[in-house]
């Protein structure tokens, strides 16, 4: 069955340190995956995806994610951090099925950004 | 293009009482969604449907009601609205196409307190 889990609930980090925000996750067949990040008091919105091709991919805001087949994981990086990075962070698989796409939502990672 | 919006941005009713939810997207989606978001427990779909008169339940339908007359409005409804119904409420789109993996666009959240 399709699972994703997000090993950290809250991830705090120093502003200009690098972060890793690590996602696993479960299927039988091809998926396809995400990022998304969501500010306080905001919807959710595209960080960036993982459709074919090249198994590092990059998003806005100078995040990066590498797919890792063997060991089904997708976890988010950027290299150093804002205070304006605080917000928390969606994993997302998605799969066809018949009909369409069967997309499953990690529980988040809250980053949190010190001075 | 406003992309995905939704009406109201909050709420607040008292047990019993019946309200709806309102979702507009202006992208010509097929896919619309509605999810809720507790702490901790990420988003867990509520209802879905793949285009303009289908619907079909999600992960957590118990207690809502949908309805897709139009393409681009998805409508969801609380029939007797209950305390455990209190919530941060998403609405979603999404184009059926392979290419694109299912990149879900959201909107703003409704905000909805059962008291």
């Known amino acids: 069955a399709q699972s994703v889990t997000q090993l950290d609930s809250q991830v705090p980090v120093f502003e200009e340190a690098p972060v890793e925000l690590r996602c696993n996750y479960s299927?039988?067949?091809?998926?396809?995956l995400f990022w998304y990040v969501q500010y306080p008091n905001q919807g959710l919105q595209l960080l960036l995806k993982y459709l074919s091709g090249s198994t590092l991919v990059k998003g806005i805001n100078g995040f990066e994610a590498e797919f890792n087949k063997s060991q089904t994981s997708f976890h988010l990086r950027k290299p150093s951090v804002h205070i304006s990075d605080t917000a928390e962070y969606f994993c997302a698989v998605s799969e066809i099925v018949a009909g369409g796409f069967k997309t499953i939502f990690g529980a988040g990672t809250r980053l949190f950004v010190k001075a | 293009n406003a992309g995905v919006t939704q009406t109201p941005k909050f709420r607040v009713l008292k047990t019993g009482q019946s309200m709806t939810l309102l979702c507009a997207q202006d992208m010509n989606h097929e896919y619309m969604y509605w999810y809720r978001q507790d702490p901790g427990m990420g988003l867990r779909l509520i209802h879905y449907?793949?285009?303009?008169?289908?619907?079909a339940k999600g992960e957590v339908p118990d207690g809502y009601n949908v309805s897709r007359l139009k393409k681009q409005n998805f409508l969801l409804g609380l029939e007797s609205a209950a305390p455990s119904q209190t919530s941060v409420y998403f609405c979603?789109?999404?184009?059926?196409?392979?290419?694109?993996?299912?990149?879900?666009?959201f909107g703003p959240g409704t905000r909805l307190t059962v008291l």
């Open positions: 299927s039988s067949v091809s998926v396809y």
């Open positions: 979603a789109s999404s184009y059926w196409g392979g290419p694109t993996g299912d990149t879900q666009y």
């Open positions: 449907s793949v285009g303009e008169g289908t619907t």
